[in-house]
């Protein structure tokens, strides 16, 4: 039985996703799919949610979007914090409205966290307690953040397997999780989840060439830098809190540029790191999306006009339309009264 039969039996409705390393075209083809496919497009960035964050997260601008609707993009200020449960929360309102004005769902971005939030959903675990993940993070410095790692391991020994001993942030998740619901983190994952129901899911995977997209990170890091990201920055650490206090400051090419403005490295060296980490962010983020199940790859950059008619092609006959050919220029997005057919 194919994709698209098993929608209609289950009456599940679609939902794009985009998935692919940084720089790898994602957004360029999600505005092709919502434009040839009557959809909205739902960001899952964990940078562009925030107002202020433009030029270093990659958002595109208002007049870039071609009129299509993008949603949970500048939708907290940069001091808030915005956490994985959140974002489930926050999208699955987007969701709702969505499929009632029965547009396709296009979701794309490159925060694997969120996106898996969403799809898998989360453990019910406690609400954070920023007293004690101050209480930890003060240990952690006084001791190294090592201690952390090893009070983990004496508390909960399996979620210590499953956590890398200088990742405070995780460590102080888990601890936090312990110590407030009296039973480790591990269990609690094991415990079971509530994943998203009545949407069947249909995952593109983007998976260019290593070196082209090496040189196009490098290319857009040095366009990030000539247009902007320094202005960018300076108002933002201007808020007063600095960067240790607005957490985007801390992502690739605002680190960087922080560290200009605060006279800690030179334009070329920030460049220079900046390039480099963020080459090695997008071999990370494959390494984590090749972890997600029932992703089909293409290899390819999202706006090679080929690998469009490939993801096309592919998404089309897994799709119940009526009206235009979505596979045609000025399919779907010339036939404004295009629906969604199946039981939704």
């Keep these: 039985m194919g994709a698209l039969e098993r929608l209609r039996l289950a009456g599940d409705y679609p939902l794009a996703v985009i998935i692919g390393p940084t720089a790898s075209g994602k957004s360029v083809l999600a505005l092709e799919l919502a434009a040839r496919l009557d959809g909205e497009i739902i960001n899952y960035d964990s940078v562009q949610v925030y107002r202020g964050f433009d030029v270093g997260s990659g958002k595109l601008r208002p007049e870039e979007r071609r009129g299509i609707l993008h949603h949970l993009l500048d939708c907290r200020d940069p001091e808030e914090v915005f956490t994985a449960g959140d974002y489930r929360r926050e999208a699955l309102g987007v969701l709702a409205g969505i499929r009632g004005r029965r547009k396709l769902p296009v979701l794309v971005g490159g925060t694997g966290l969120y996106l898996r939030a969403l799809l898998l959903g989360l453990f019910a675990g406690p609400a954070r307690s920023e007293e004690l993940r101050k209480r930890l993070r003060a240990l952690a410095e006084r001791r190294g953040r090592e201690i952390l790692h090893r009070l ?163 998404l089309g006959p897994r799709l119940a339309f009526s009206g235009a050919d979505p596979r045609q220029p000025g399919g779907a997005s010339d036939s404004r009264s295009l629906k969604l057919r199946g039981k939704c």
């Design 152 to 314: 983990l391991a004496r508390r909960d020994p399996a979620a210590a397997a499953r956590i890398q001993p200088r990742d405070t942030q995780k460590l102080i998740r888990a601890l936090e999780v312990g110590f407030l619901a009296r039973k480790p983190i591990s269990q609690m994952h094991a415990e079971g989840r509530e994943g998203l129901e009545g949407f069947g899911v249909l995952k593109i995977g983007l998976n260019p060439p290593r070196t082209p997209l090496y040189q196009r990170i490098n290319r857009r890091m040095e366009k990030m830098f000539r247009g902007g990201l320094i202005e960018e920055v300076r108002p933002l650490l201007a808020r007063g809190q600095g960067a240790s206090e607005v957490k985007p400051l801390g992502a690739l090419g605002y680190a960087q540029a922080c560290a200009v403005v605060e006279g800690r490295m030179s334009l070329a060296e920030a460049l220079r790191r900046g390039q480099t980490a963020t080459r090695h962010y997008a071999k990370r983020q494959l390494t984590w999306f090749r972890r997600e199940p029932d992703i089909t790859w293409f290899a390819g950059f999202g706006d090679q006009p080929e690998v469009q008619r490939q993801v096309l092609d592919w």
